[in-house]
């Protein structure tokens, strides 16, 4: 059985800084993709971040570009997200999702078959 779960969420001021955390278990994870998702109430689920299988190919949304990095530990079974410079508008649920990705677009969610729950993100102005 498949599991994604993430952590690491939590309200902040703008400007702080969070680590989000995402393992698996039930998948080869330095086998597969993992990327980053958040939504927001209201709003379509958008791609943040992704990261391949031995992180040598990183992608970013650019409205988090030079704020946001991710990164992975395969031996841990864990990926990372360490966000800085945290604005009102990154407040979103912020979701890890895991896959095996052969071309396309990695910002789109429905090519994506493993999620987790989900953690918070709250920024205060």
């Known amino acids: 059985q498949v599991q994604v779960v993430e952590s690491g969420g939590d309200l902040v001021q703008a400007g702080g800084s969070l680590r989000l955390s995402c393992t698996t278990s039930g998948l080869s994870f330095d086998d597969i993709a993992m990327g980053w998702f958040r939504q927001a109430p209201g709003k379509e689920r958008e791609g943040i971040s992704y990261i391949s299988w031995s992180g040598s190919i990183i992608h970013y949304l650019d409205s988090v570009k030079g704020r946001f990095t991710i990164s992975r530990d395969n031996a841990k079974n864990t990926l990372y997200l360490q966000m800085n410079n945290l604005k009102f508008e990154d407040t979103a649920m912020y979701y890890c999702?895991?896959?095996?990705?052969?071309?396309?677009?990695?910002?789109?969610?429905?090519?994506?078959?493993?999620w987790g729950q989900g953690t918070q993100v709250t920024v205060s102005s």
């Open positions: 999702a895991a896959d095996k990705l052969y071309g396309g677009s990695w910002s789109d969610a429905s090519r994506w078959n493993h």
